[in-house]
Structures are given as C-alpha cells and as structure tokens.
C-alpha cells in the first residue's frame, strides 16, 4: 500500500475514534474526493474498517450519517455554514462520481462486512422521490410494543400502560418498571405451589419486550413473538412455552428444571442462558446455548448442548446439531443485523418483522448472498438504501415494499 493510501486509512481511523484535527479532517476530506479510483477507495476504507474491533464497528445510524456528512460535504458547503444532512444529498453535487459513492463511507461504517462484496458493483444511485421519503418516514425501527392477555383473557397495551402495579394475578403482582420491563413477583413466598392461571406476553411486528418471569427468571422476545406462562410456578417444575424467538437467561434451581416448549420441541435446562428461534414461517426452529447445558427432545429423540451448540428441527422433526455463530444468534437482542451468506428473502424477512411492513417480489428474487451488520436503529431509508447502493431495487406505497426487478 502506497503512502497516499495509507495515509487514507490511517486518517479514516482517527476520524472514526473523534481523535483527527481539524487539520486531519480536512486532509481526509481532500484525499477522498482526490482519489480517482472508486474501487481502491472502497479498499481502503474496507481495510481501515477491518482493523477495527468487532465492538468498534457497531455504531448508531446518526453516528455514521454525520461522518458520512462531514467528510463527503463539498468544501464550499462548510465555508457557507451549511449542514450535511445523509439522505438528501443534492445529486448535483461533486457530479464527477457516481452519487452511490458518496455512500460508501456510511454504508461501510453501518454494515461492516458488506464492504467486502461492493468492488464488485458499479451501480448509480437513483434519487428517492419525495412521496418514497414521506412513506419512510412513517415506518419507525422496532419498540417496546407488547401486549399482555391475563388469566381471564383481558388485555393491556404494555407501550400505553403506565409504570407501577398493572395487575394482581392470585398472589402475584404484574410490575411494569420505570425502564418498561414487565416483572412478576409473588406476594407471598409460601403461596408459590399455587398456580393462578397462565399468562401471554406477545409482541408484533415493530416489536419487542422484556419480562422478568415469576421465578426472576429473564426473557427477552424479540419481534411478531409471545411467550405464555404461568402466574406462579409449580413446586417441582417451571414451564413455559414459546413461539418466534425469545432469547432467556434462567435462574438455577436445581429442584425446579426450567422447560420451553414450541412447535416440534421441548428444552429442558437447570439454569443458563440459550436463544430459542420458532417462527411458523421458517423451514426450521433453532435452540442455541450460550452459557450451562440444556437437552433439546422431541417425539423422534433428543440431544444435549454444550455452549456455543446450536440444535435445530425440521419439519420432519430430524435433529441437527452444529456450532454456532454466537454473534450472529444473539445479535438481534443486541441491537444489530447480522446477515451472513443470507439471500434477500430472509433479508427482507427480518425486515418486514422488525420495521412492521409488507413484502413482495416482482419476478424471480435475485440470487445475490449478502453478509454483514446493520444497526437496528437505522430507518428503513438507510436499510433499504444500503441495499439499493448494491443492487437491490426497490418501490415503497404506505407500509409495502416492493422489491423490483
């Protein structure tokens, strides 16, 4: 790598971590609209981003639209006092490259690993209308949004409802916290032998939720989930059951085995923490283990994991056992997309539950395989532009999208 090129890099690594000056920053800024060859530029920064760490590249969208903002505004937009806004950028300005490379620091900074297939590309990018940026704006990333059926088939809104005691189940109190967490707690430590029902938590599309379960055992659901369970758990056993994914971290009681039941299958652990992936609308469900040992059993038999094992079912209910990629099954509970060899109906899948939209396809799906990690704050603009900017056409009308040929 030449001394010009290095000197990109290690500019764009000051820049990321907010330690360049002034200097340094105007001199990343002038390398990058010198540099004459996109391809080598998409390196460079590919390079730079992969020195950094894994924590290091995961950042918010507003974060990397300013960097984006910053470094790529013309020369004679900052003298003016004028502000960057990612998104709109005029597509008359700096007309000597394709608008798409504007976007490639950005895209870079929120996708990660999806840098490494863009040399491939030489797309331009097409403006969105107006009408396309009005019906963005109106599709928010995933919330707190649930809604708890009690015992007696009542409902409440958990995103509406206010923080405090929101029911009495028996002996046990519903809490919703002051960070909107839903916490079961028995009144009586004696009175934990008697059951008083069972309860559903369930999130939509848009959603997601946290629950501390009547033994302070955690779950996490995330989008279009729900996990039903009893008020109070039984003496000798805790069970609950689940369908969509729902990431638990549960207390060890070595008299009380902890059992998540689903479509298919049954886990049965002591205390640890495992992910539990069953959507209806999948070829297959997903048991991981992240920390202790749990059996995974259905009708046809049943297998133990260590940590970092991940079980899968069929439909046929044939067991699969295999490592697992930790980062990506626990991913979703940490805020980010994680997309590895993952082709655009799975792609957009994750969409639809997550930003609460319509789908659909006009023609055969592209077979282009994506990688890489989004944050899951990005709007649905930056989402489906970062897709745009490699290939993936697209039309949105109210909450559908449309992938076009």
Known sequence: MGTHHSRLAELFRLYYHNIATDREIEELKGLVREEKDDRQLLLLIDHAWSELSEQEKIIDSEKSSKMLAFILEPASQKANGEDSNFGEVDECREKSRPL???????????????????????????????????????????????????????QIALD??????????????????????????????????????????????????????????????????????????KKNERSVSIQGEVFFEVVHDQSRPFKVSFT???????????????????????????????????????????????????????????????????????????FEDAGIQTVMKEVSRWYDVDVGFEGEPTIRRFSGKVSRDASIFEFMNILNYIGVKYRIEGRRITITK
């Open 264 to 338: 298919g299958g049954e886990v049965n652990v002591l205390g640890t923490s495992f992910n539990v992936r069953n959507y209806p609308d999948e070829e297959m469900s997903r048991t991981t283990l992240v920390k202790g040992s749990v059996i995974l059993t259905n009708k046809r038999g049943s297998s133990r994991l260590i940590p970092g094992e991940q079980a899968s079912i069929d439909k046929g209910g044939t067991i699969n056992k295999s490592v697992a990629n930790m980062e990506e099954v626990v991913a979703w509970k940490n805020g980010v997309f994680y």
């Open 100 to 154: 798409w490379y504007r976007y490639i620091a950005a895209v870079c900074i929120i996708a990660g690993g999806l840098g490494l297939m863009w040399g491939m590309w030489k797309k331009t990018h097409r403006p969105v209308g107006q009408n396309q940026v009005a019906a963005v704006n109106q599709i928010a990333p995933a919330g707190n949004r649930a809604t708890l059926t009690l015992a007696d088939g009542s």
């Open 160 to 233: 509406q409802a206010a923080e405090g005691v929101l029911a009495v189940q028996g002996k046990t109190e519903i809490n919703k916290s002051e960070d909107g967490t839903i916490v079961y707690k028995a009144v009586r430590e004696h009175d934990l032998a008697v059951e008083h029902g069972s309860n559903t938590i369930s999130t939509p599309r848009g959603g997601r939720y946290e629950i501390v379960l009547p033994d302070g055992s955690k779950a996490w659901l995330n989008t279009a989930s729900s996990i039903t369970f009893p008020t109070t758990f």
